[in-house]
């Protein structure tokens, strides 16, 4: 029963030399500000390229899908776009599926 006596001491020993409110709110401002730039920040700015990618879609465009396939844009709608995948072949997708708009005769060289 010794043990937890002299246990009990070193907390109340330890706890009269404690932090201000200023450290001790100082370790979750800083995770708070390294969460942001590390995750936050490039996320957001990952969404905001997507969006604009996705807007300036145009008919004629090709495309890869985050399925991986390729195709070109032969509509566009508001949410929902015609691929082209092969001569005759016609897709309609979701335009969050795609994942990046490739250059020009990209798709014929595939």
Known sequence: MDFFINTAQAQVAGAAGGQ???QAMLLPALLLVVFYFL???P???RAKEQREMLSKIATGDEIATTGGI???VTEVGEQFLTVEIA???SVK???FQVSLVL???TVRNA
């Open 20 to 22: 201000s409110m200023l």
């Open 87 to 89: 001569s005759g072949v």
């Open 39 to 41: 995750l936050i920040r």
């Open 103 to 105: 250059p020009k005769g």
């Open 70 to 72: 390729l195709g070109k």
């Open 93 to 95: 997708l979701q335009k």
């Open 43 to 45: 996320q957001s700015k």
